[in-house]
């Protein structure tokens, strides 16, 4: 698992080649710390929890701390930095809803989602919400087709929140255990569509009474930074339940999972690894890190 990962992070472990360079450079404690911020910075960690690793590795070793005892503490700060708020699995949610900026990758970790409880024996309900653009729920139909997975669609320019209600009749109806619906991408900006994503909500929580919604943010990982930002302003949005971080393959910026964890919050969830519909890995903090420093 962690061997699979190590690959598909290729890029981002390059990225903390020169974080893990650190502990081989045979330097003492203090010179050693003095280089961990900027190789944190490098590595799209982001300022706000580089910082914090400083200040935990600085509180928390010994002034005579040898190379191991101080990768092992910066080891499990990263972990405790991935792991924001309360841990433990609460039960699968009965809707999810899949929101954020346009071309992150909501329509593709949708249908992976959709494959990954459709194979622990679950039956699955695609919606396609997105009837912004026709060609979106075209897409979101290949890939119910492709995995054998039901996919509800309105029509065309239809309110996504009338598909959605429509949508819960269909699930109801085929006794179905997972509800997975597919949004229109969306910039925090726009009031309107903003508004539209809430009612969304609203009437599936409404119409699946008494069952969990969820919303995942999707998040593209090759925008580093910028991914903080898009995040911050979704937090709006009611009822966010975590990240799902995507295209963490091929870029080198994976780093930037600590800083949306760190900074926001927010559970990261899955983690998308590719194209296809097994590039997507339940986010464990502990194999992220481990994937990336060893
Ligand atoms: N390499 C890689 N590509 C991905 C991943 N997730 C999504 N993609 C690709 O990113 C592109 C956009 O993905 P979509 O799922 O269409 O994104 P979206 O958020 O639904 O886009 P809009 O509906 O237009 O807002 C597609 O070409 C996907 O194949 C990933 O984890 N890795
Ligand atoms: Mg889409």
């Given at each position: 698992m962690i061997g699979r990962l190590r690959l598909k992070l290729a890029r981002t472990r390059e990225a903390f080649r020169r974080v893990e360079g650190l502990f081989r450079s045979g330097k003492r404690r203090d010179e050693i710390l003095d280089g961990l911020e900027e190789a944190l910075l490098l590595a799209d960690v982001g300022v706000t929890a580089s910082g914090r690793v400083l200040e935990a590795l600085r509180a928390g070793t010994r002034k005579d701390a040898g190379e191991a005892e101080l990768e092992r503490a910066l080891k499990a700060e990263l972990e405790r930095l991935l792991t924001p708020g309360p841990d433990g699995r609460p039960a699968a949610p009965a809707a999810i809803l899949m929101v954020g900026a346009n071309g992150g990758g909501k329509t593709t970790s949708a249908a992976k989602l959709a494959a990954k409880f459709k194979g622990e024996g679950k039956a699955v309900v695609l919606a396609a919400a997105d009837t912004f653009r026709a060609a979106a729920q075209e897409q979101l139909a290949v890939w119910g087709e492709r995995l054998g997975v039901p996919v509800f669609k309105g029509s065309y320019g239809a309110d996504p929140a009338a598909v959605v209600f429509d949508a819960v009749r269909a699930f109801k109806a085929r006794r179905g255990d997972v509800l997975i619906v597919d949004t229109a991408g969306r910039v925090h900006t726009n009031t309107n569509l903003m508004n539209e994503l809430e009612k969304v909500r609203r009437v599936a929580v409404r119409e699946l009474a008494g069952a969990r919604v969820e919303s995942f943010l999707v998040l593209d990982a090759t925008v580093g930074q910028n991914a903080v930002l898009q995040a911050r302003e979704f937090l709006r949005f009611s009822g966010l339940g975590g990240v799902v971080l995507?295209?963490?393959?091929?870029?080198?910026?994976?780093?930037a999972a600590v800083a949306v964890a760190a900074e926001l919050g927010l559970p990261i969830k899955y983690i998308g690894v590719g194209e296809a519909e097994d590039d997507l890995v339940e986010f464990s903090p502990h194999d992220f890190v481990e994937a990336l420093l060893s």
């Open positions: 995507t295209k963490l393959d091929g870029t080198a910026k994976g780093g």
